[in-house]
């Protein structure tokens, strides 16, 4: 029997990776840190989130609940990663960021990027249970059945020795979901100025899209907010139209986007890397082509 | 403070060229320090230049490391000395093996107060090596810190999250993995790197890895999507794009 563990801090994204986990395995289990029953789990176990510690603080007693399993798969947000860590150095495993899975009998075989999505490497897991960050989908589409399992408490309280935390700034959160926008117009270096990403923002509209960017202008002018930034650091999307203005489309940029079903491209450089990734191109400066296009949609 | 950067070495991305059958060919590539690790160089050394102490650089990996051109430049971006541990099993190895080799080195070197890492590595980025090396030492570890404070016998942290900042109080020793923003790491000059020749640099053995927990199967350059690659010019350029666009 395959047994799966699912780790989260979110009912949602607890439910979304524990329905996938289905399709790969007879059982399934989760923790949830301040959640609730999570749908299609064979057993949840929820934990408190308390106030001035850190979730990471139950890394030990989830890594004794998961150490007899197959696959303990997490999300890739920030504090996911830092509790997968934990949990795979006390089971001696490493952490496997994977872009996809599959199973044949009892072996699983996962995909990871390597060179900044120059290279996809290709390994089948060792036994023992595999610690793996999965990103949006990673892991097979699950259309079956979904049990209703049992809850229970984790057992054991967090502990973080050393670590207090002593204040927590919520910022405000774009609304946008980039991993479930149809239409993405990423912006790049192309813009001479901040004031100019209106006519990106024009675009997007009229397109019904989202905008995105590439990391300088995230971490760097930071003219855009560093969860839009798209590429092998950044996020990754799979929209049906992906339209780059001002990208020159460097390897690191590509990893995030090549899996959009159509890519359009507006740059001056006719030389530049976007154009071979590209279905349609447009080569003029933006500030030509952009006005004549938002007029003529 | 005694601080350690950590930082690892692996062949520049651009100059990494693909063969017809999807195999890579290396043979063209520089081995460089990896960029997200020259942040945690720089932060190691803005820290020590404010409160006073050592900065030692530590990289665990294959021969490339043995490349004076190579050390030398990581001695001239803010290290004060730089200790190797060359073992060609440490080509590619997992982040719990690499952690596992990083963590005895840290006993050799001794009596280090904070250990930076950078957000990841530029072959794997598994951004893990931190993680797993805070837990093996039984230290405070956190990832994701974008800011450092000294305060008194402690460090004051802002740690980035999806939805907001943690402040957090990190009692010492401790390991931080940074985030790729933390600074701008600097460039150096012609004096930093007359001054890094004559840095001290040592070797220290690796040890027994632990066992690798995957078999490779293959390692290959993605399948290349086939696009339109219908790419438009002049002056009517943008009014056909918007046919095509208006068509989908």
Redo the contacts between chains.
Sequence with gaps: MTKIWVIAHDDTVAADLVRSARGLGSYVGTVCIGGHAVPGADLTLTAPQIPET?I?GY?SAIAEVVKDGDLVIFST???S??L???V???L??????ITSISAEGDTF??TR??????????????S?A?VLVVGPGALPEYEGDLPSGEVKDLEGTPS????????????Q?QAVNLAAAKRVIGVGRGFAQEADLEMARELAAK?GGELACSRPMA?GVNWMP??CYLG??GATIRP??Y?AIGISGQ??HMVGV??SK???A?NKD?NAPI??????????DLY???P??I??? | MKIVASFKV??E?QD?Q?RPDRS?NLERAQWKVGT?DLNAIEAARQLADEVGGTVVGLSAGGSALENAKLTKDALSRGLDELVTVVDENLVGS????T?SVLAESLTEIGDVDLVLVG??S???????V???L???LG??????IETIEAEGDHL?VE??????????????P?VLSLT??ANTPRIAGMKDILAAGKKPVTSVAAGVL?S???????????EQ?D???????GVD???E??????A?
């Design positions: 850190l990471e890394s947000d920030t504090q990663r830092l997968a860590g934990l795979a150095s006390t001696k495993t490493s952490v496997r960021n075989t996962i990027p390597l060179y900044g999505g120059l290279a996809v490497v290709t390994e089948t897991l060792g023992g595999s973080t020795p050393g670590l207090k935390v002593v204040e927590t700034r919520t910022k959160v397109l971490e560093v969860e092998v650091s049906d139209l339209l390897i690191q090549n899996r159509v890519i359009v507006i006719k154009f071979t990734h590209a279905d349609y191109g447009v080569v003029g030509d082509v952009l004549a296009l007029q003529a949609l | 692996s062949p991305t990494i693909t890579l997200y997992e982040s719990y093996q952690a957000a990841g530029s072959d794997e980025y598994t951004q893990q931190g993680n797993h805070g837990q093996i230290w405070p570890t956190l990832n994701a004051k740690r980035v999250l999806e939805d907001g900042v943690q402040v957090i109080e990190v009692q010492l401790a790729s923003g632990p690798p927990t995957a078999t490779p199967v293959s390692q290959l350059a993605p999507v696009r339109r690659q219908i790419i438009l010019e350029a943008a009014a794009l918007a046919i095509h666009l208006k989908l």
